[in-house]
């Protein structure tokens, strides 16, 4: 079956960058795009962008372009989402997520998330 | 942008009741790819709906999706007590692919 195992929580000060890793596994991690949506406390759910882990293409949300990066390392099966110079606002339950097929825009597959706090 | 509204903000019910969800977009959905989800406190969202009105493997049939072009309805026929959670609908005909602002149910 299908999961996506996220790293843990992360706390960092303002202006730092976190990583968050996403490792899946039932399936074949080059095949499906990977997607990662971010939920702030208490709010509604946000889609940040899109790696494909074959050809490392990307999509970013126009917000998050300039500080953000979605890269793969095929060789442990693993994507990565870095988001740089960071804010009290950048607080949230970041999640990794694969949709049914390939170009699926719609997520029957949900990391665990990975809550970074922004704090001084 | 495709803003995505949904409605009320907060849905008070008994279980056994029936629950409709309303999600309006600014602009037409492309080939009607909207999604509902459900989620629980501390959880993943949980998907329900795809293609505004097929169901997700695994989710029972009383929940049921339906609309087009830029209004969109969920209904939960009869409530089940693991119903009571937040709603929320996204479209992903068009990037960036966003979400509704979410539609809590709750026990009343």
């Known amino acids: 079956q299908v999961q996506l195992v996220q790293s843990g929580a992360e706390v960092k000060k303002p202006g730092a960058s976190v990583r968050v890793s996403c490792k899946p596994s039932?399936?074949?991690?080059?095949?499906?795009?990977m997607h990662w949506v971010r939920q702030a406390p208490g709010q509604g759910l946000e889609w940040m962008g899109r790696?494909?882990?074959?050809?490392?293409?990307?999509n970013y949300a126009q917000k998050f372009q300039g500080r953000v990066t979605m890269t793969r390392d095929t060789s442990i099966s693993t994507a990565y989402m870095e988001l740089s110079r960071l804010r009290s606002d950048d607080t949230a339950v970041y999640y990794c997520?694969?949709?049914?097929?390939?170009?699926?825009?719609?997520?029957?597959?949900w990391g665990q998330g990975t809550l970074v706090t922004v704090s001084s | 942008e495709i803003v995505l509204t949904q409605s009320p903000g907060t849905l008070s019910l008994s279980p056994g009741e029936r629950a409709t969800l309303s999600c309006r977009a600014s602009?037409?959905?492309?080939?009607?790819?909207l999604a509902w989800y459900q989620q629980k406190p501390g959880q993943a969202p949980r998907l329900l709906i795809y293609?505004?009105?097929s169901r997700a493997t695994g989710i029972p049939d009383r929940f049921s999706g339906s609309g087009s072009g830029t209004d969109f309805t969920l209904t939960i026929s009869r409530l089940e007590p693991e119903d009571f959670a937040v709603y929320y609908c996204?479209?992903?005909?068009?990037?960036?692919?966003?979400f509704g602002g979410g539609t809590k149910v709750e026990i009343k």
């Open positions: 997520a694969r949709g049914l097929y390939d170009y699926s825009g719609y997520y029957p597959y």
């Open positions: 602009q037409s959905v492309s080939s009607n790819f």
């Open positions: 293609g505004a009105s």
């Open positions: 039932g399936y074949t991690f080059t095949a499906y795009y």
């Open positions: 790696i494909h882990p074959n050809s490392g293409d990307t």
């Open positions: 996204q479209q992903y005909g068009s990037s960036p692919l966003t």
